[in-house]
């Protein structure tokens, strides 16, 4: 079992695991407000379970969003089950789907890593994404 992809959209949701997005697959977030900021945006993890080893039973699952020095700013979790459906060929791993929406809580500029792992594996998979000031950053509202 491993976490195939993970992905940051504007809005994600997976419906009868076929997986819905919009915006989807940025690596660059530009604000314009003074931070810290609350940044909505989905979340979006796809996980291969194996055929042989791992259907028919429950796994944790993590996804953590994390500064540049480690620090967890964000975290999700929970257990997925899959079985083997009628009609599939004996031995076809599974994929299996999930996504989130949330308000993202973002304390200053830099480098953030989703972070996503399935059981105990060991290597989780990563995604770095950048937070970056926009031109309106630190802009005077008119008549302050």
Known sequence: MEV?????????EVINNKLYAMG???????????????QACGIAVSFIV???????????VAVDVRTEDGQTIWSMGGRIEVGRPPGIRPGQDQHVQIAT?????IPAMGTYVLVARIGTVD???????NVV?????GAVAPGG
């Not at 194996?50 to 944790?60: A, C, E, K, V």
């Open 4 to 12: 195939e992809w993970l992905m940051l959209a504007d809005h994600a």
């Open 24 to 38: 989807g697959g940025w690596d660059v977030l530009t604000v314009n407000s003074p931070l810290p900021v609350q």
């Open 50 to 60: 194996d055929w042989n080893d791992d259907t028919n039973r429950q796994h944790d």
């Open 101 to 105: 929406n949330v308000g993202l809580p």
């Open 123 to 129: 290597q989780p998979r990563t995604r770095a994404f």
């Open 133 to 137: 000031p926009g031109p309106m950053f």
